[in-house]
């Protein structure tokens, strides 16, 4: 029988009957006359060493694919992202990838099967615009609320086809749309981080209802056969592409944030978020990450969390910042490529420790890296297939 599997910390066998309980050593010593069909079977010893290429054809052979680069790739990868090998995961991915000419599907594939979400074509291309650093709040945002504010500008003039009551109903729905646009940005110049994630939460579903009744104003116009409903239409159509678009980029951080099935794969999981950035105009957006509480991954332990912070500036180029917060006592690590920031990190240090006191909490540690640090492999964790084992069992 054969298993492949993390490596783990099994313990030695062992023939020393001073190691076994009282009752079985009694019984041991009382049948050492017994013939040797009436002994106890001894226990099967397990050997334990490196993955290889060889487990990987025979993992193959056993889900009855070929052996083929494509599905060493395919089984690979879901070994990586900590996938059962099955042959219900192996085939829902084969389908996902095939005749796909996006390069990271394959991975994206995986990442939302470990997830919980199958073949969900939909998340699969999330994800994958995701890996692919094709996701921007800001930039979405800013043209979804230029698109709203045209067509409620624009409304007036087709008040020859429809009726007064439905422009200002229509009107005032665009309006509530625009105000939390409005909100979603003052929040993030103020940094009220609290109120930016709540309102973005909201957004996700008042985003279907916005979409709903663009498609029943469009259906409505449909049936009117002239060029002035047909040119309202179009107009439509493109508010409800950005809609879809700004929602698209709420969703893809809720599926990121969701955590694998296989819990064994990291210490630490996270929930993730891009705020518009606070520093300076058309800079990327944020990312912010916040560890889970391990007894309720839907909650934050703000007593003991890690806080992730990639931030691009004009003045320190980009950093990266992770925070171990432990009770009162907080441990920085601030990633960035350039030489003089790391230098302006590490003379900041002072001032650093007397702001956090004031708000009383006790920095131990403040580290200044030059390195680059990739966040996605703390928020999609893999395992070290280096690391990774054969068990076998002989009979």
């Known amino acids: 029988m054969q298993n492949i599997s993390p490596d ?27 013939k040797e069909t009436d002994k106890p079977l001894q226990k099967t010893p397990e050997y334990v060493r490196g993955l290889n290429s060889q487990d ?46 996006k390069g990271n599907t394959l991975e994206a594939s995986v990442i939302a099967y470990s997830k919980g979400l199958d073949a969900n074509t939909k998340a699969i291309d999330l994800i994958s615009k995701f890996l692919s650093h094709n996701v921007q709040l800001s930039s979405s945002l800013a043209t979804l609320s230029k698109g709203l504010v045209g067509l409620k500008n624009g409304l007036p003039g087709f008040s020859s086809f429809l009726d007064p009551a439905l422009i200002a109903g229509f009107a005032g729905f665009l309006d509530d749309f625009l ?22 939460t909201d957004l996700v579903q008042d985003l279907r209802y916005l979409n709903d009744f663009l498609k029943g ?25 950005q809609s879809s678009a700004f929602h698209d980029v709420l969703l893809t951080q809720l599926i990121v944030s969701k955590s694998p099935a296989n819990q064994q794969i990291a210490e630490e999981f996270f929930h993730y978020w891009m705020i518009p950035n606070p520093m300076a105009k058309g800079l990327k957006d944020t990312q912010i990450m916040i560890s889970k509480d ?14 992730v912070i990639k931030c691009e500036t004009s003045d320190l180029g980009d950093l990266t910042i992770i925070i171990e917060i432990n009770d009162k006592k907080m441990a920085y690590k601030i990633y960035t490529n350039n030489e003089l920031t790391q230098k302006f990190v590490l003379d900041e240090v002072p001032e650093l420790k007397k702001s956090m006191k004031a708000l009383d909490y006790d920095v ?32």
């Open 294 to 307: 391990p007894k309720n991954k839907k909650k934050v332990n703000l007593q003991k969390t890690t806080i």
């Open 8 to 34: 783990v910390n099994r313990p030695k066998q062992t023939t020393d009957s001073q190691s076994l309980p009282n009752a079985i050593q009694q019984i041991d010593k009382d049948a050492s006359g017994a």
């Open 364 to 395: 131990t540690q403040v580290q200044a890296l030059k390195k680059v640090m990739n966040i996605e492999k703390l928020l999609l964790p893999t395992f070290n297939l280096n690391n990774m084992k054969r068990i076998s069992t002989e009979v």
């Open 217 to 241: 104003i469009e259906k409505k116009l449909s049936s009117s056969n002239n060029l002035i409903a047909d040119s309202l239409k179009d107009i439509i159509r493109k508010v409800e592409k």
């Open 179 to 200: 105000e939390d646009t409005k909100v979603i940005k003052k929040n993030a110049d103020n940094l009220n981080i609290k109120g930016l994630f709540s309102k973005q």
């Open 56 to 101: 990987i054809r025979q993992a193959l052979l056993n889900l009855q694919k070929a052996v083929t680069p494509e599905n060493k790739q395919i089984l690979t990868t879901m070994l990586l992202y900590g996938v059962e090998a099955s042959p219900e995961a192996f085939d829902l991915v084969e389908k996902a990838v095939k005749g796909s000419k």
